[in-house]
């Protein structure tokens, strides 16, 4: 075989090396996950950020030509995922399916979830339907990661294949397989929502900010998925950037909680907010109510905490041991029966969460059922509670700061 030929097949046109291709592959996966998260996740599938038409264009062509997704299928199967999150009807729930099968076969399941033709018409509108979108993306989505393969051949040779297959799986592995999977079973968790989302670092980097999930679970529609000081989103950092440019208008972000000193009496103001943040409202009962109880029923005991009540059947508290096996949640109900004190607690906090989940009750209706609920705390004797309902009672919003 001819040596021009030979060198031809093995780097291609450019002939680049090792590190000029290590860099190709980065920056095209970057782009890939930035067009994912910032096009699809935050602006197509929340309405959070609205980009510039052109810049919009080449979010859905980078997606069409890198991953074969169209933008309607991955939407609905989204909205889907947070309608029924950790139900049987979750596309993607580590729960239901097993984390093995969500991290491993997080592409197959996707696939199960396309072919559900119903849910996609239900979930996916507003998404584009122009002429490019009929005729070229939605029936011919495969054309486009084929498309990058051949100039990848001719541009890089059988080194472009390699850099191409790689890429091909980069999507898949980390949105379907990590975020999708671990992102509900293992990390930190700044808000105990009704799921199991975690976020797996404060340093939302590597894939787009996607790490934050638990943060976004939390504030769906928010453009910033950092919520804490010490949290970084490089999604959001993108974002803000194109902003400056005028390519991206944010339309959202999760509203600032404010506490209010010396409010006697619980207002609109503080229900607004209430609702706005009833996840980090259950964050702190949870925090400066249950835990100190806990603990002092362990010096009551004469006991370590881990002693009195293990690990597992802590976190269980968080949510009437929900995720736990039947066996594991009798034995924690049994425990919390046998403790009148932590059985108050936990019925205080049954009553303010199904004030606060209640879709069809009148605004004046559950505002004095919110008054009821902070009197009869207050009269309880429970010091924590009393702090806990004080300061529940001066909560407000405040614009979120940038």
Known sequence: MPAPLLDFLAGGLLQFGFWPLALLFLVATQLTILSVTLYLHRSQAHRGVDFHPLLAHVFRFWTWLTTSMITREWVAIHRKHHAKCETED????PQFKGISTVFWRGVELYREARAQRGDIEQYGKGCPDDWIERHVYTPHATLGPTLLLFVMFALFGFAGVAVWAL???????????????????WGYRNFETTDTATNLTPWGVWIGGEELHNNHHAFPSSAKFALRRWEFDIGWATIKGLEKLGLAKVLRVAPSLDVRPNINVPDTDTMRALLAHRFQAMTDYQRKVIKPALREEARAAGEKLRALLPRKLRKGLVDDGRWLEPEARQELQQWVE????????????????ALLEARSQDASERLRQLQAWCHEAEASGIRALQEYSARLKGYSLQTARA
């Open 90 to 93: 979750d596309p993607h729930s």
């Open 167 to 185: 890429q091909m799986a980069w999507i898949p592995f980390w949105a379907a397989g990590v975020v999708n999977g671990l992102g509900h079973w």
């Open 338 to 353: 046998q403790r009148p004190r932590i059985h108050t607690l936990i019925e205080y906090r049954a009553r303010l969460t």
